[in-house]
């Protein structure tokens, strides 16, 4: 299923009061063309009366001329009380009247005026007009006048621009303004949401900058700040606890090795070769959890390191002659005056965590080079003087590419891993990771032919 588009608060708060304005703007727009049209068609009716008046007074003065005379009320008419037309404008000449409002003269509801819309007059034409019928009497007979002008349309086009225009106008002068005012208010939040992200990445024990303005982000930010003081509290704590639990842990079981070892070769053995043999592996995997987990409450801590300059090409040199006979052969491809800034046993510490990943999974051969590369991880500028790459490679059966990450996290170990070497700690590569962050450096897995192929990316140290 399709998940629905989310837009944000901007967004939307924009699009909605974008949406109410021209709504609004639309029923003030058709409310205003209806008074408009009101209004036209009463002063046009007064204009159409006024005329059918004036006819009527010249009538009564004995003034009828044969063509009348018109101007901004084009239809007039006079007819004699026969019905007769004898006088009309030149739109109404040679037609009949153009109406009968008013009945005969002398009849039952006789009046001196009448008017009304008319649509359906065959001598005004198709279209409907505002019809206004007068009597008047002269000379001892009576007179009808007749005056007519169309209907005012529904929408003048002019009118009709205009009012689309505003309409459009206040649309997007309201979605602007909008969309900037809650741009402004949440600028606040964007701010703290990146000061989190920094916080999460760098420095817990920073906190967020508190709005000047005592408002809800104000609160929110103060909030914040609390829960991020009880949380690096609570981190503290844990931190702390374990530090004191592996720092207790390590000499009850130093000492219970020992007294394996003890019992193993002494004249009477009093434990079984096998048994003892187990409980010692068991209890070197113990040690190696306490030793990691020390060094992870050390690293999470923000416990600074030395600052040397190393030469990755000798730091590597040193630490696979120091280490034990493998079954895995190590080969080497070291680029030297591959310098980097850094704590030496830290690194030493990773290296060591990568190599001994790298010989429990491989088949027969592990291959650790050193190289350089101009510019860095996405160009920052502490890549300004290029990049030290240190890969470890391993010939076995590699690692699926979406439990890439996953490997990295704490006390995670594959199937696979299990199976190899059930005594692992799953945290070598976790501290090998944290070490490489806290080094200004990153450490990922790459893609190769064969295998698993760990990269590890350091600033090159500064020429001297």
């Given amino acids: 299923m399709r998940e629905r588009k989310q837009y944000s608060i901007r967004t939307r708060c924009a699009l909605y009061s974008g949406m109410a304005a021209a709504l609004l703007g639309m029923l003030f727009a058709i409310l205003l063309a209806g008074l408009f049209h009101r209004l036209a068609g009463a002063q046009l009716t007064d204009a159409v009366n006024g005329t059918a008046t004036r006819l009527g007074v010249s009538v009564q003065r004995d003034l009828v001329p044969v063509r009348l005379a018109h101007g901004y009320i084009p239809n007039v008419q006079i007819a004699d009380s026969a019905g007769r037309v004898v006088a009309a404008s030149a739109p109404m000449a040679g037609k009949g009247p153009m109406s009968s409002l008013l009945p005969p003269p002398g009849t039952p509801g ?12 065959t001598p005004l034409g198709n279209k409907c007009h505002i019809v206004v019928e007068q009597r008047v009497y002269s000379g001892g007979q009576s007179w009808t006048v007749y005056a007519a002008a169309p209907t005012p349309p529904l929408v003048d086009p002019g009118l009709a621009a205009v009012l689309i225009a505003g309409v459009l106008a206040l649309t997007g002068a309201v979605t602007y303004t909008c969309r900037h005012i809650v741009g402004e208010s949440l600028n606040p939040v964007d701010a703290i949401r990146s000061e989190l992200d920094e916080i999460n990445a760098t420095d817990p024990a920073r906190r967020v900058s508190i709005p000047p303005h005592e408002d809800e982000i104000h609160r929110l930010a103060d909030s914040i700040n609390h ?26 079981v130093a000492a219970m090795r020992l007294e394996v070892e003890d019992a193993m070769t002494c004249e009477a053995p009093t434990v079984d070769s ?20 020390l060094v992870i409450a050390c690293l999470d801590g923000g416990t600074p390191g030395t600052c040397d300059t190393i030469d990755l090409a000798e730091l590597v040199t040193a630490e696979l002659d120091a280490r034990h006979a493998s079954a ?61 790459v240190l890969e470890v490679l391993d010939d076995g059966a590699g690692i699926p590419r979406d439990q890439w990450d996953k490997v990295f996290q704490r006390f995670v170990r594959l199937s696979e891993s299990r199976e ?13 990771r944290q070490i490489a962050e806290m080094s200004g450096g990153t450490l990922c897995i790459a893609d190769c032919g064969r295998g698993a192929r760990f990269v590890l990316q350091l600033p090159m140290a500064p020429a001297a």
């Fill in 110 to 121: 006789d009046a001196p005026g009448a008017s009304a819309v008319v649509c359906d007059s």
């Fill in 274 to 293: 096998d048994m003892g043999e187990t409980m010692l592996a068991n209890l070197e995997r113990l040690q190696a959890i306490i030793r990691d987990l």
């Fill in 420 to 432: 190899r070497d059930p005594g692992g700690t799953g945290l070598g590569l976790a501290i090998a």
């Fill in 328 to 388: 895995k052969r190590i080969e080497r491809e070291l680029s030297p005056g591959v310098a980097v800034r850094g704590d030496r046993l830290r690194l030493g510490r990773l290296l060591g965590n990568l190599v001994d990943n790298a010989e429990r999974h491989a088949d027969s051969r592990v291959t650790v080079r050193v190289s350089r590369l101009d510019g860095g991880p996405a160009a920052g500028a502490c890549f300004a003087t290029g990049t030290a």
């Fill in 227 to 252: 829960t991020l003081g009880r949380l690096q509290e609570a981190l503290e704590q844990q931190r702390q606890f374990t530090s004191d639990v592996c720092h207790d842990l390590r000499g009850p």
